[in-house]
């Protein structure tokens, strides 16, 4: 059995207290905070290479003996057409350098299931050979709340059989455990997932026992709520579940120990900042300045203020919580901390263009001013449109997905259109208004968002956004605020 245990989120005291001794930290003062017999899994979201923002980001870390290895990304995507497009290559140069500059040090990833849950299949993807990385994470999420459904606990040994064709020795598999259930989250075939009991997370830890008997460590998801869903944070039966599965595999457990540091938004650039003085450091408004070189931000409180000059480089914000740039500040990419995740989380840009990444969350997007490129990913996300129009303020919507997506219009921007549903007719596939009542145009052969204040009338139309072309776009995508 694994002697560490992983708990995704929560901070050193919390998942302590539930046997968990491996812990998910960002920030070096994390690492330097836990107490003998713990170890850190260091989360990087890193996907782009050995570049100079990520050697910035891990140098910190580096050699320091409480560090057990690095989280590279969380479900890297070979194909980018659910998360960004993730090379084998990059995540080699990744792992090599982190391993060339800290002995001992693990490498780790959580795989993203390119097939089915009945077909599950990690081809073409990642296995040490492209990559070098030590561990492969593989989640089985069996406990559904179907009427007198029965787990199908088979899907781990699809998965451990589809990884190991793909190349994955069975050693290097890192078991995945459900820690929750209810709220929104539903699985591959609409079925809503459940809290485990007793009994089937037992059934759930002795199948991973036969197919993986010694694995490094294991990961139970998650420590916190992100969908409305009950966790590990909010139920105390989950947590003794996992706390005698934890204890009864681990040799010597911490004593449960208060953390000052583990919600300390400190963000890594290329040198490390100096916090302000606090007896609580999770809701003091912090204002951070960057440096002149390419800086990586990760935010945890929505008050923390981000300051970056013009000469800055290329910065960096990831977000766990809502959250939006400062005024005046050069950020040029502003993205959820874990794009393959699902809480729902809001970003807001601000008069300069930045980039801004969702998640597989329901999302909302406001680029503010500036040419932005926004892109949600998965889930029911809205892009919201609320600053002058003008031709240097059109954002690119680069995943728009006409089924599930909204774009929101601001009818103080949007003069003469009503709150609520835009109205039937006032919307229009084509080079330009056919109409008076045609308001929003969209040109189907260039992807052209524009409104047209008066139709037919003398006011030339003024675009405001640019989508892929020949969408089924129609009133319904869009909602007046």
Request: glycine share 10%.
């Amino acid at each position: 059995m694994a002697t560490l245990h992983y708990a995704a989120g929560g901070s050193t005291a919390d998942v302590a207290v539930a046997g968990f001794n491996l812990v998910d930290v960002q920030y070096v003062s994390q690492v330097n905070a836990l107490p003998d017999g713990m170890k850190a899994l260091v989360y990087l979201n890193a996907h782009d290479g050995a570049t100079s923002s990520f050697i910035d980001q891990v140098t910190p870390f580096l050699n320091n003996p409480k560090v057990f290895g690095f989280y590279l990304c969380d479900e890297p995507d070979p194909t980018g057409r659910w998360h960004p497009l993730t090379t084998a290559a990059n995540l080699k140069a990744e792992s090599d350098w982190i391993h060339s500059h800290f002995p001992g040090a693990k490498t780790f990833i959580s795989m993203m299931n390119m097939g089915s849950n009945a077909n599950p299949s990690f081809a073409n993807s990642y296995n040490p050979a492209n990559t070098g990385i030590d561990y492969y994470g593989m989640g089985a999420y069996v406990i559904h709340s179907d009427t007198g459904s029965t787990p199908d606990y088979s899907m781990i040994d699809r998965l451990v059989a589809a990884a190991t064709a793909a190349g994955i020795p069975a050693d290097r598999i890192i078991p995945e455990f459900q820690a929750f259930g209810g709220g929104n989250w539903v699985s591959e075939s609409g079925s809503a997932f459940a809290v485990p009991t007793a009994e089937q997370a037992k059934a759930v830890f002795d199948h991973w026992a036969k197919l993986v008997p010694s694995p490094a460590f294991d990961y139970t998801y998650a420590w916190g709520s992100q969908n409305g869903d009950t966790a590990l944070q909010n139920s105390p039966e989950l947590q003794a579940i996992f706390r005698e599965h934890n204890t009864s595999s681990t040799s010597s457990m911490p004593p449960t120990t208060t953390d000052p540091a583990t919600t300390d938004p400190t963000p890594l650039p290329t040198s490390e900042p100096t916090p302000p003085t606090s007896t609580d450091p999770l809701h003091v408004d912090h204002i951070i300045h960057g440096s002149k070189g390419n800086d990586t931000y990760h935010v945890n409180n929505a008050h923390d203020k981000i300051m970056e000059g013009s000469t800055g480089g290329f910065d960096k914000v990831m977000a766990s919580v809502s959250y939006a740039l400062s005024a005046g500040s050069h950020i040029e990419q502003l993205s959820t901390s874990r794009t393959g995740g699902k809480a729902a989380i809001d970003l807001t840009g601000n008069e300069f263009g930045q980039t801004i990444l969702g998640n597989n969350g329901d999302n909302k997007l406001n680029g503010g001013g500036g040419s932005d490129l926004l892109k949600g990913y998965g889930g029911h996300d809205a892009f919201v449109f609320n600053t002058a129009l003008g031709p240097y303020n059109i954002d690119r919507i680069a995943d728009f997905n006409v089924s599930q997506d909204k774009i929101y219009l601001d009818h103080a921007v949007f003069a003469g259109l009503q709150k609520g549903p835009l109205s039937a007719g006032s919307f229009h596939a084509g080079h330009g208004a056919h109409d008076a009542n045609d308001h929003i145009i969209y040109n189907s052969t260039t992807g052209a968002l524009s409104f047209d204040s008066d139709g037919i009338g003398g006011h030339a139309q003024v675009q405001f956004a640019s989508l892929s072309p020949h969408l089924h776009l129609a009133e319904n995508s869009f909602l007046v605020i």
